[in-house]
């Protein structure tokens, strides 16, 4: 029963200037990373006493998924991450875009739209005032018909924010699809190696 856990393929979707790679540092210095190539890692960790092996998949659009992607069962959440001060990143998201990414890759899973400052996270001063408000991250979620918004402005604070909302929905799904499988496996969550997100 030691490597009794759940899996969850999350995919991370953001440009170069997303700076995806402060959500990537936080998992690695909270999770265990049991492996990383190119771009997918994968993180073994506890949530709420329940083991979980989270392997994310990055790309920078929708339509960059590629057939070694395409070999995944599911991919259980994404998470779209823009820079505040790229207004061009945030145009480029459109529900038709969202709607084919779903219909190619019978995605039913939890969506979430992050804004990034990455000038206040490393307490630098910005070149220019943000391009992106809160109000516009907040209309572009209800356009694309997200589930979750964020504004990383913390990463610590901010990041913990993003993973507890979307462990909670996969762990409340989990739950509902095999209750007697959930108990198991969270009972048995001691014996597993990982850190605790």
């Given at each position: 029963m030691k490597d009794f856990h759940f899996s969850l393929n999350l995919g991370l979707i953001?440009?170069?200037d997303s700076r995806i790679d402060i959500i990537?540092?936080?998992l690695k210095e909270k999770t265990k990373l049991s492996s990383s190539e190119d771009s997918i890692s994968e993180f073994q960790f506890i949530y709420e006493k329940v083991p979980l092996k989270m392997?994310?998949?990055q790309f920078k659009?929708?339509?960059?998924?590629?057939?070694?992607?395409?070999?995944?069962?599911?991919?259980?959440?994404?998470?779209?991450?823009?820079?505040?001060?790229?207004?061009?990143?945030?145009?480029?998201?459109?529900?038709?875009?969202?709607k084919e990414f779903c219909d190619n890759f019978m995605f039913n899973g939890i969506a979430a739209l992050v804004g990034i400052d990455p000038y206040l996270i490393e307490q630098k001063n910005p070149p220019a005032s943000r391009n992106?408000?809160?109000?516009?991250?907040?209309?572009?979620?209800?356009?694309l018909k997200f589930h979750y918004c964020f504004k990383i402005q913390n990463s610590q604070k901010d990041i913990a924010d993003i993973f507890n909302k979307i462990l909670n929905y996969v762990n409340l799904k989990l739950e509902f699809i095999n209750p007697e499988m959930f108990e198991r496996v969270k009972t048995n969550g001691k014996d597993f190696v990982g850190k605790c997100l």
């Open positions: 953001g440009t170069d990537l540092d936080y392997k994310i998949y659009h929708f339509e960059d998924l590629t057939d070694d992607i395409r070999q995944l069962k599911k991919l259980d959440a994404i998470i779209v991450v823009v820079n505040l001060y790229n207004d061009q990143a945030i145009s480029k998201l459109t529900l038709n875009k969202y992106i408000n809160e109000f516009v991250l907040i209309q572009k979620t209800k356009e």
